[in-house]
């Protein structure tokens, strides 16, 4: 079968199986197969063919389709990514617009990632701002050991724990935390599709009824961390656009509280500044 008749009858075995962007993920499937690029597939050989049906089969079954090619891109990077780490997600990389823009100005910025996951928000920082001093805090070994990987080479300080406590030497020190926190409330457990439900790590994702947990945790970790004026950006549910702000102006450790919106315009990540 050529390229592009395969592309047709995957995407459209994808899309009976509910999947979301049948297209593009049958396309990508080939270009990984193949080792060619999505836009410029290469004809397959009858072995790469086997492949492709197999790799189709279980994005059927939901599989996420980063955990199928080992890697998802996350701004200017690419990062190995697979089953027991969180796959970095695109309104991820409009925060860490907002706070590169933050701390635009400032000269070699001291910058605190928690929940790192995979790294991504750690190396991005990083390899974008390479006079930056970035520390990265995982608590999963499983997802520890994916950052490991994706850090090397970008000067990020991995360190593997609980956020709460951590980096007590950095106290009133550091100039930007950032954070994309386990968010999705327990009662929101139906909405959430396949993949996310049974291939991102439990951990990542879950934080309380309300999901608001672990950003209660990320708001007095930043208020301990941060010197005065430094800026706090934490992702959170579009749900919890009131919810997660008000969680930071509430430790009344913040000024310049505010929502942000991702580029869907849903409510997306809380930020400020400290007092
Ligand atoms: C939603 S994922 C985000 C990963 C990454 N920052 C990203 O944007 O792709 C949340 C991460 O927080 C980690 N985590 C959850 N609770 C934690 C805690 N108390 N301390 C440190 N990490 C934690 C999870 O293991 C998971 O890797």
Avoid at 45 to 50: F, G, K, L
Avoid at 64 to 92: I, M, S
Avoid at 123 to 147: F, K, M, N, Q, W
Wanted: charge should be negative; glycine fraction near 8%; charged fraction near 25%.
């Amino acid at each position: 079968m050529s390229a592009k008749a395969l592309v047709t009858s995957g995407a459209s075995r994808l899309r009976d199986a509910g999947v979301a962007s049948p297209d593009f993920d049958a396309a990508e499937l080939l270009a990984f197969v193949t080792g060619s690029s999505r836009l410029h597939l290469s004809e397959p050989t009858p072995v790469q063919q086997v492949r492709f049906e197999e790799l189709i089969a279980r994005r059927a079954a939901r599989e996420p389709l980063q955990h199928l090619t080992g890697t998802a891109a996350f701004r200017y990077r690419e990062l190995a990514v697979g089953p027991g780490v969180f796959v970095p997600r695109p309104e991820t990389e409009v925060m860490v617009g907002w706070i590169l823009d933050r701390i635009a100005g400032v000269q070699s910025p001291l910058v605190v990632d928690l929940c790192t996951g995979s790294g991504a928000i750690a190396g991005a920082i990083a390899t974008e701002r390479p006079d930056s001093t970035v520390h990265a805090v995982e608590l999963s070994s499983e997802a520890v050991a994916y950052a490991r990987r994706n850090l090397a080479g970008t000067g990020a300080i991995l360190h593997e724990g609980d956020i709460d406590g951590c980096l007590p030497e950095l106290d009133g020190t550091v100039d930007a935390v950032i954070s994309n926190p386990p968010y999705i409330p327990l009662t929101a457990w139906e909405s959430v599709t396949a993949e996310v439900r049974d291939h991102d790590p439990a951990l990542a994702l879950w934080s309380g009824d309300d999901g608001l947990d672990e950003i209660k945790v990320v708001a007095a970790t930043a208020a301990r961390l941060l010197k005065p004026g430094g800026w706090f950006a934490c992702e959170h549910a579009d749900v919890q656009g009131e919810s997660a702000p008000a969680v930071f102006a509430a430790t009344g450790k913040f000024t310049e509280v505010r929502d942000q919106l991702d580029l869907a315009g849903r409510h997306r990540f809380a930020t400020g500044r400290r007092i």
